[in-house]
């Protein structure tokens, strides 16, 4: 069974900067695609990033970013495929809530397809 620990959450005031880690017990295909979700308060769960180690994924859709969030975060990950980390620049207030890990052999937009989850890490962004 996969296993993901999330690290780095914390407070910060608007235009802040905070990095958030996320370890994989193990690297698989089933672990192909790792990404960041946030769910913030009476909203749905949403991606943030996602980056697909599929070989047979594009490369113009290998890393993905959510609209509200591109220019802003940054996704990258270890050589082992086991670390992802997500570099949050310039948070707004908006960007408040529960950040979760995810692992899946595929990347998708609906976090319902997504099969291995971290229990999540709580980021808040005060104005």
């Known amino acids: 069974q996969v296993r993901l620990a999330e690290s780095g959450g914390g407070s910060v005031q608007a235009g802040g900067s905070l990095r958030l880690s996320c370890t994989s017990s193990?690297?698989?295909?089933?672990?192909?695609?790792m990404g960041w979700f946030r769910q913030g308060p009476g909203n749905e769960r949403e991606l943030v990033a996602s980056?697909?180690?599929?070989?047979?994924?594009?490369?113009?859709?290998?890393?993905r970013y959510g609209d509200s969030v591109k220019g802003r975060f940054t996704v990258a990950q270890d050589r082992a495929k086991t670390t992802l980390v997500l570099q949050r620049n310039n948070l707004k207030p908006e960007d408040t809530g529960m950040y979760y890990c995810?692992?899946?052999?595929?990347?998708?937009?609906?976090?319902?397809?997504?099969?291995?989850w971290g229990t999540g890490t709580q980021i808040t962004v005060s104005s």
């Open positions: 995810a692992a899946n052999s595929a990347c998708y937009w609906d976090p319902s397809f997504w099969t291995f």
């Open positions: 193990e690297y698989t295909g089933d672990t192909d695609c």
């Open positions: 980056i697909d180690n599929d070989v047979g994924a594009h490369d113009y859709d290998r890393i």
